[in-house]
C-alpha cells in the first residue's frame, strides 16, 4: 500500500537535494574545466547537461525559481556564439553559487537569496547590448524565419528523428488574444499533437511563468501537414496555426524551420531524401539513443543514521562477545574437564569469525573516497588565488582513500582553512617568486593515503615556508606565551602555536585573514576525532600540514593499562613501544623526568602518583609507554600492563568526567568500566610542562573522579552513539 501524497513528496525532495547537491557540483567541476580549455565541446554539452538535468528536477519538485533560473541559463548554453565562450565558465560558476544557495534556502525553508545579479549575466550572454557586450552569432541560413531555442536534449532528439527518416513538422499555434486559460491551451494542444504523432520538442516549457502567447513543436508525423493544421485549430484558443517541414539539416546545435509556404510546397520538399547529419555530429546523436542498463541500478540510497544504528548493534554484539568469553574463561576454570567446554569454544570461535566479518562489512559501508571531500576544493583554490592576485595551481592525490563518512563530514571546514591559508600565506605573488627564482605559478598539494590503521592527508604548498622566529614574537606580543616559556620550546613546538586560539601573524584585517580564527579549529577538530597534526616547513621551499585521523571512531584496537588501579586505555597505534624502567633510573632535568632509552633521552608523563623517596621507591618497577606523536617523543609512566582488546567507544557526559584528558569509555566483558584517555590532551600537557617547569604535572590521572575498577553501574552516565 503506498503512502500519503505528501509522504512521496517528502521522500522525492529528500532525493532530489542529495543528487541537486552532487549536480552543483559537477557544475563546478565542468566549469572549471571549461576555463582550462575554452571552447571545448564536450565540456560545454556536459554544462548543459547538467543544468537541463537539474532544471527538470526541480520542477518536478516544484521549486519554481531554480527551474525557471536554469531553464534561461540552459537557453543561453544552446547559442553558438563563440565570441562568448570566455565568459561562460564565470558565469557557469556564479550560477554554481546561486543554485546552492536556493537548495539551502529551500532545504532550511528560509528566505530565498537574491538572483537579479545572475539573470543580468544570462541576460547580457543572450541579447546583445549598446557597447561592450556579446553579440550572437547570426544564422547563415537566410530562408529561415528564425532559429527556435529548444533545449540540447530536444534538438538532439530532432536530429536522431531525421536521422531515421522521419518527416519533421515545426507547428506554431498563435493563441487568441481572448484566450483567458493559456496554460490549459497549452496542454490541450500538446493533446492534440500527440495524437498525430511523436512531440519531439516543445514550447514554452511545462511549468514556464514567461506569458504565452504562442505554442510551438517539433513534432514527427506521417500525417498531411493540413490534417495537423486542422487538429490543432481548436475554437477559442488558436487564432492560427502554421505547419512547416523541416529542411536542411538538423543537428544537435542547430534546427532551421522553412518558411510556411501552403501545403503544396511543404509536400515538395518531404520527397527531398533526408540529409543525414555531418560527421562531426555523431557522437552528439549517440547522446539521444537509450543508455544501455549499468550498475548503478544496483546501488541503493541509505540514510547514514541507519547505517550508525547498524553499527550500533555491531558494537552492542562485541559488547556480548567479551562478556560470553569471560564467561566462557570462568567456566573452564572452574571446570577444566567438562566435555561442553569444547563445544563452548568451538561455538565462541564461529561467533567470532562471523562478528568480525559482520564488523568489516558495515564498517566498509560508511567507509567513502575522501575524492568526495577533496573535490569542492578546486573552486576554492581557484577564487581564493584569483582574490589574492596570485597564481596557484591545485594537485590532488589520493582521492580515492576511504574514510569513514562521518570523519570526512567533520574534517571539511579544516581542511578549508589549510588551504585558505596556503594560498593566502604560504604562496608568494608572483614577483616574490620571480624574485626567488621559483615559477611564477604556484602549488598546492592535496594528498591522501593509508597508514596502519590511520588515513594521512596532507595539505603541502611550496611557498615561502614559517619563520619560526616570527611565530615567537607574534606568539609574546600577543600574551599567548611568556618570553621564559618560548626559550624553553623547540621548533616543532614554537610552530605549533600557530593552531593555538586567537593566534595570527597577519598585519592587518583582511577577508581572509588577521581575525585570529582559522587554524585553531584544525586542532579542536582533530582533537575530537581523536587524532593529530604535525606542522613541517622549510624557509623559501614551503610547508606541509600532515592531519593522522583514525579510520573510524565506533571501534578501537585500544592497549589496557593500570594506573592506581584504575584501568585506562591508549589507541594502540599511537604506543611505539613499550620498555620497563624503575623509579631509580628515572632522572629529574630541569624541573621534569627524564629517562635514558638508548642513545636518546626521553622526557616523561606521569599518570600516576610519586612513589616517594628511599631504597623500596627508588627500585620500583613501572613501565614506560613511548608514544610518537609527529616528531617529538614522549613516554607515558604507568604501573602496569592489561594487555590489549578491541574496545566499542562511548561517549561521556559532562556528569560522568570533568577532564579534557578522558575522550570516552568502553565496557569490558566482565563489566568493567575502562576510560580512554585523550592523547591530544596529553600532550598539551606535556608542552606545558616542558614550557613552564613550575607546573604541578605530576599524576595527572590522580584526582579523576570514579571509583577504582568501577563495574557496570557506571555506565547509566555514558551517551549512546560514538564518541
Same mark, same amino acid.
Given at each position: ?659 579534557? &584528558? ?14 580512554? &584517555?585523550? &592523547?591530544?590532551? &596529553? ?41
Amino acid at each position: 500500500m503506498s503512502g500519503p501524497p505528501e509522504d512521496r513528496m517528502g521522500e522525492l525532495r529528500d532525493l532530489f537535494f542529495e543528487s541537486a547537491g552532487e549536480l552543483v557540483q559537477k557544475l563546478n567541476d565542468e566549469a572549471l574545466r571549461l576555463e582550462q580549455t575554452p571552447g571545448d565541446a564536450e565540456t560545454a554539452r556536459n554544462l548543459r547537461r547538467i543544468v537541463h538535468t537539474l532544471k527538470g528536477d526541480s520542477a518536478a519538485c516544484g521549486y519554481r525559481e531554480l527551474s525557471e533560473l536554469a531553464h534561461e541559463f540552459e537557453d543561453v548554453l544552446t547559442l553558438e556564439n563563440p565570441a562568448a565562450a570566455p565568459v561562460v565558465p564565470e558565469i557557469a560558476l556564479h550560477a554554481a553559487d546561486v543554485f546552492a544557495a536556493l537548495l539551502e534556502a529551500y532545504r532550511g525553508n528560509k528566505k530565498l537569496p537574491s538572483i537579479q545579479s545572475l539573470r543580468e549575466k544570462i541576460a547580457r550572454l543572450a541579447h546583445p547590448g549598446p557597447k561592450g557586450s556579446i553579440a550572437p552569432k547570426k544564422t547563415k541560413n537566410k530562408g529561415a524565419r528564425h532559429a527556435c531555442l529548444w533545449s540540447e536534449y530536444e534538438r538532439l532528439a530532432i536530429a536522431h528523428a531525421v536521422e531515421e527518416g522521419k518527416r519533421i513538422h515545426h507547428v506554431v499555434v498563435q493563441l487568441d488574444p481572448q484566450c483567458g486559460m493559456p496554460i490549459a491551451a497549452r496542454q490541450m494542444i500538446q493533446v492534440a499533437l500527440a495524437d498525430m504523432g511523436e512531440v519531439l520538442a516543445l514550447y514554452p516549457a511545462e511549468g514556464s511563468t514567461t506569458p504565452i502567447t504562442r505554442i510551438e513543436a517539433a513534432l514527427a508525423s506521417q500525417k498531411p501537414a493540413e490534417q495537423i493544421r486542422t487538429k490543432c485549430a481548436i475554437p477559442t484558443i488558436a487564432l492560427s496555426v502554421k505547419v512547416t517541414l523541416l529542411r536542411g539539416k538538423a543537428t544537435a546545435a542547430q534546427a532551421t524551420f522553412a518558411e510556411p509556404a501552403g501545403v503544396e510546397a511543404q509536400e515538395e520538399v518531404a520527397k527531398e531524401p533526408a540529409v543525414n547529419p555531418a560527421v562531426n555530429e555523431e557522437p552528439a546523436i549517440a547522446e539521444a539513443a537509450p543508455a544501455a542498463p549499468t550498475g548503478a541500478e544496483n546501488i541503493l540510497r541509505v540514510d547514514a543514521e541507519r547505517i550508525d544504528s547498524v553499527l550500533n548493534l555491531v558494537g552492542e554484539m562485541i559488547l556480548a562477545k567479551s562478556m560470553l568469553q569471560q564467561t566462557l574463561l570462568e567456566f573452564a576454570q572452574r571446570f577444566p574437564k567438562d566435555t561442553l567446554r569444547s563445544k563452548f569454544s568451538d561455538a565462541m570461535a564461529f561467533q567470532a569469525r562471523v562478528l568480525t566479518d559482520l564488523q568489516r562489512s558495515v564498517m566498509k559501508i560508511r567507509m567513502v573516497p575522501v575524492d568526495q571531500l577533496f573535490r569542492r576544493f578546486p573552486r576554492t583554490v581557484r577564487d581564493v588565488s584569483r582574490q589574492c592576485g596570485k597564481e596557484v595551481e591545485l594537485v590532488i592525490r589520493g582521492g580515492d582513500t576511504d574514510l569513514d563518512k562521518g570523519i570526512l563530514d567533520t574534517i571539511a571546514e579544516p581542511l578549508m582553512h589549510l588551504l585558505r591559508n596556503a594560498v593566502g600565506h604560504g604562496i608568494e605573488s608572483t614577483s616574490e617568486r620571480a624574485r626567488a627564482g621559483k615559477s611564477p605559478q604556484g602549488t598546492v598539494r592535496l594528498n591522501a593515503y593509508h597508514q596502519g590503521n590511520q588515513v594521512i592527508i596532507e595539505v603541502a604548498d611550496d611557498g615561502s615556508g614559517i619563520s619560526a622566529d616570527k611565530v615567537r614574537q607574534r606568539a609574546i606580543s600577543q600574551r599567548l606565551i611568556s618570553a621564559e616559556e618560548a626559550a624553553r620550546l623547540t621548533e616543532s613546538e614554537i610552530l605549533e602555536l600557530i593552531l593555538r586560539p586567537g593566534f595570527s601573524t597577519a598585519a592587518e584585517i583582511t577577508e581572509l585573514s588577521g581575525r585570529g580564527i582559522g587554524l585553531d579549529i584544525v586542532q579542536s577538530v582533530l582533537a575530537r576525532l581523536k587524532g593529530s597534526v604535525q606542522i613541517e616547513t622549510a624557509p623559501g621551499r614551503g610547508t606541509t600540514f600532515r592531519l593522522r585521523l583514525p579510520l573510524t571512531l565506533a571501534i578501537l584496537r585500544a592497549l589496557l593499562f593500570r594506573v592506581e588501579h584504575r584501568l585506562y586505555a591508549l589507541p594502540l597505534n599511537a604506543v611505539a613501544e613499550i620498555t620497563r624502567a624503575t623509579e631509580g633510573q628515572i632522572h629529574l632535568v630541569e624541573n621534569y623526568e627524564v629517562l635514558q632509552l638508548r642513545d636518546d633521552v626521553l622526557p616523561l608523563l606521569r599518570l600516576g602518583g610519586a612513589p616517594g623517596f628511599g631504597t623500596d621507591a627508588a627500585s620500583h618497577k613501572v613501565f614506560v609507554l613511548v608514544i610518537n606523536q609527529g616528531e617529538r617523543k614522549f613516554g607515558l609512566i604507568v604501573d602496569e600492563l592489561a594487555g590489549e582488546d578491541e574496545l566499542v567507544i562511548k561517549a561521556l557526559d559532562d556528569q560522568s568526567i570533568k577532564t579534557d &584528558l578522558v575522550s570516552g569509555a568502553s565496557i569490558m566483558g566482565d563489566g568493567r568500566v575502562v576510560l580512554i &584517555l585523550n &592523547l591530544i590532551a &596529553l600532550v598539551e600537557r606535556f608542552t606545558r610542562s616542558r614550557a613552564n617547569p613550575n607546573a604541578q604535572m605530576a599524576g595527572l590521572l590522580s584526582n579523576l573522579s570514579g571509583p577504582a575498577g568501577s563495574r557496570a553501574p557506571l555506565t547509566h552516565g555514558m551517551a549512546g552513539g560514538q564518541a
